[in-house]
């Protein structure tokens, strides 16, 4: 999956491992509650027990000057087996307008409606009805598109504009108007060109908290021709590798990710790097396999749907064993994982029993289920980075 010639969207977490969420006793949160205290210092939140941080995708396009308006398009999941609708709430304040929802996997129209709040008459949300019930280990998706009025997030500044917003999102992107060229914004972002001219920014909230972001833009005459390179963060790939004990050099993979590319089958890129044994192939949106075959030497999937156009998407998981005589211990009793990762996200999880004594990369260090995680996200945008993990037995 070359992350700026295959737009993939991301998938959602369905086993225990990728759902994230490891178990947290109830009086651990109590001990931890995070926030602010009166005096506005801060409060420590609970450990953390995630392996992969939110997975919906969100992005909002400013529209014309003067409207006081943007379209946002917004990819959620809903992973609780059985559950048959899947529910977005609208910010309180803002008006949605323009709502529509397809089903991901074929790309139809979905029934919906759009409910207020009985608790809060400011507050609305969107009760999206999915295409099946989620299966047990499928996730059910559903791709949203609705218009957004507030005149306290997006005004004028004589003829510049200005939109200011507090995203909560991890993947996110921003479209500027056509004409309209960046005066500032505050957060590191990837900037591009659309197609269609406009400018784009694309930028992740790795830690799933607000982020406030403002943008500053002015008219331009000037031209911008379309960017050889696409949104970096709608790439949806994450990997989990989850160590088995180190003289084993056994590493149980889990790869969930979206694939766009049209045609009725789709190639698994990520087994060029994934020398994968016993490797079984899950289609998310059914929790049934995939029918594998092998095609000019690589292994390909055939798609149930053919995707035939840009709302469409299949949703993919892979897992497998793979050997890797370079994760072992050394002569020293450090546990070694030295390995080439590919894709935005990836999660090593160690063997019970190690300890984390040095990662070469920016990490979110964890506890998932007993056991030490290093999470890492890469915000460049080349694919592929080496990372280094040591640990010491405890």
């Not at 001990?31 to 027990?49: E, H, I, K, M, Y």
């Not at 529910?87 to 129209?109: L, M, Q, W």
């Not at 791709?143 to 009025?149: E, P, V």
């Not at 992107?173 to 960046?182: E, I, Q, S």
């Amino acid at each position: 999956m070359l992350r700026l010639a295959l737009p993939l969207v991301l998938a959602a977490a369905m086993l225990p491992h990728l759902s994230g969420q490891g178990r947290q006793g109830r009086g651990a949160n109590n001990a931890f509650p995070g926030g602010t205290n009166p005096d506005g210092s801060l409060r420590p939140t609970p450990p953390v027990t995630r392996l992969f941080t939110q997975d919906a995708y969100t992005e909002y396009e400013i529209l014309a000057p003067g409207s006081e308006s943007f379209r946002i398009r917004f990819l959620p999941e809903e992973t609780r087996a059985g559950a048959t609708e899947l529910v977005n709430a609208t910010r309180g304040g803002s008006e949605g307008s323009g709502i529509e929802v397809y089903d991901p996997r074929t790309g139809k129209p979905l029934k919906f409606t759009y409910q207020p709040d009985p608790n809060d008459p400011e507050t609305h949300a969107i009760h999206a009805t999915l295409p099946i019930p989620v299966p047990e280990g499928g996730v059910g998706r559903v791709l949203i598109y609705k218009t957004y009025q507030d005149a306290r997030t997006y005004m004028m500044h004589g003829e510049d504009i200005v939109w200011v917003r507090s995203l909560s999102g991890y993947r996110l992107g921003v479209l500027l108007p056509p004409g309209f060229a960046f005066i500032s914004s505050n957060v590191a972002a990837q900037l591009s060109t659309t197609a269609s001219g406009q400018l784009k920014l694309a930028f992740a909230n790795p830690s799933g908290q607000s982020n406030p972001v403002t943008i500053h833009a002015r008219k331009t005459t000037a031209q911008f021709p379309p960017s050889d390179y696409t949104d970096m963060f709608f790439d949806d790939v994450k990997t989990l590798y989850d160590l088995d004990a180190p003289q084993t050099h056994a590493i149980k993979v889990e790869q969930i990710y979206s694939d766009y590319r049209k045609g009725s089958s789709e190639r698994l890129d990520s087994l060029s790097y994934l020398a994968l044994q016993d490797l079984k192939v899950i289609d998310l949106d059914t929790a049934k396999p995939f029918a594998l075959k092998a095609a000019g030497g690589r292994e390909t999937i055939g798609l149930e749907v053919p995707i035939t156009d840009d709302k469409q998407s299949a949703h993919i998981k892979i897992t497998g064993t793979l050997k890797d005589n370079t994760y072992k211990v050394d002569g020293g009793g450090t546990l070694i994982f030295d390995r080439s990762l590919h894709g935005l996200r990836n999660t090593v999880l160690l063997p019970a029993g190690w300890e984390v004594s040095g990662c070469s990369q920016s990490a979110t260090l964890g506890t998932y289920q007993g056991r030490a995680s290093v999470v890492l996200i890469n915000l460049n945008a080349e694919n592929t980075y080496r990372v280094v993990i040591r640990a010491r037995k405890i």
